[in-house]
C-alpha cells in the first residue's frame, strides 16, 4: 500500500489552535482534524500547506516549524501527516470543506473526537503547548 503525504496546519493566533470538522462529504465525517491536504507531486509540503488553507478556509497562513510527522493506516490507504506550526496570515475564514472550526485552547484540545491520524499531534501540542503556541502567540503580537 502506497503512503500518501498530508500537510496539516497547527493554526495558532491570540493563544489558540484551529480545529476543522470534517463534513459529511469527506471521509470521517464529523472528526475533527488540523486542516490541510495531500502534497502534489513536485511539490514542497510548505507551499502545499499554504495552498490547501487558500483553498479550504481561504486565509493566508505563515508556515513555521515542521512537528513530528504521523505516520497512520486507514483501511484503504496508509498517510504520513506532516504537521507544521503556521500563524494567521490575513483574510476572513469561509469553509469550504468542512462544516465548522473551533479555536481550542490547551484544556480544551481533548474535548473534540480527532480523526485517528491527528491523536499523535494532538498529544505532541498539548504536551508542548508552552513552547508551541505560548511562543509562537509572542511572536505574533512581538
Known amino acids: 500500500m502506497k503512503t500518501i503525504p498530508v ?46 488553507i487558500r483553498e479550504e478556509l481561504g486565509i493566508e497562513i505563515i508556515v513555521g516549524e515542521a512537528l513530528m510527522p504521523s505516520l497512520f493506516s486507514y483501511p484503504s490507504r496508509t498517510i504520513r501527516l506532516l504537521p507544521f506550526i503556521a500563524r494567521w496570515k490575513s483574510g476572513e475564514i469561509r469553509m469550504s470543506e468542512h462544516s465548522q472550526v473551533l479555536w481550542l485552547e490547551r484544556n480544551s484540545l481533548l474535548s473534540v473526537d480527532w480523526a485517528e491520524a491527528d491523536i499523535p499531534i494532538v498529544q505532541e501540542l498539548h504536551e508542548n503547548w508552552v513552547k508551541l503556541v505560548v511562543s509562537t502567540n509572542a511572536e505574533e503580537h512581538g
Open 7 to 52: 500537510t496539516c496546519a497547527l493554526i495558532i493566533h491570540e493563544g489558540k489552535v484551529l480545529a476543522a470538522q470534517r463534513s459529511e462529504s469527506m471521509d470521517l465525517p464529523g472528526k475533527w482534524e488540523f486542516p490541510g491536504g495531500k502534497v502534489e507531486e513536485h511539490e514542497d509540503p510548505k507551499e502545499c500547506l499554504r495552498r490547501e
